[in-house]
């Protein structure tokens, strides 16, 4: 269950920690944010009761997995209905080339980043989702490098402010 959290400068520390590397042990972390291991302990459970840290995952090295093709789909739809959307969420849910899946305003319905195997199987893929119901058209870009790859949340070195773009 969430509750309201203030955070002050050691929590916006541990949740940068934490972001960029969630196998931390405490006593390391606590370490890097100067506290002891208890009381970090206690504030790493307070976030995730309140929300701020909804998990932790190692991240694979997918082209070293047999993965090493990368793509984003961009899906639109014939009808944007809660129903319509819903029955397509529904659909995709299980696929395991479907590695994040975004719904966007604007132009595209959804905005998805797939793995495949090969090019051969990225073609399957994307033909299996060309015929899917409700499905008006879809649009690929193969990825070529990846530039950067950085947690989700913007934290600089224990401010409570969000990051500011660079000058």
């Given amino acids: 269950m969430s509750r309201t959290v203030t955070l002050d400068a050691i929590d916006w520390k541990i949740l940068r920690e934490v972001q960029a590397d969630g196998a931390l042990t405490n006593v390391e972390l606590a370490r890097r944010v ?21 998990g932790y995952r190692a991240i694979l090295d997918a082209p070293r997995l047999g ?39 604007g132009e595209i319905d959804f905005l998805m980043k797939c793995v495949t195997e090969d090019l051969a199987s990225l073609q399957t893929f994307v033909g299996e989702l060309t ?5 008006r058209n879809v649009r690929t870009a193969l990825a070529l490098s990846k530039v950067k790859d950085e947690g989700l949340v913007p934290i600089d070195a224990g401010s409570p402010e969000p990051a500011a773009p660079p000058a």
Avoid: K
Avoid at 75 to 100: M, P
């Fill in 34 to 54: 100067g506290l002891t291991p208890p009381p970090c302990l206690r504030r790493v459970h307070a976030l995730q009761d309140a929300g701020l840290i909804s």
């Fill in 67 to 105: 993965f090493p093709v990368v793509c984003f789909a961009f899906v639109n739809l014939a009808s944007q209905a809660e129903n319509d959307l819903a029955a397509f969420q529904a659909r995709i849910a299980g696929w395991r080339n479907i590695r994040e899946c975004w719904t966007l305003s």
């Fill in 131 to 135: 015929a899917l119901p409700n499905v």
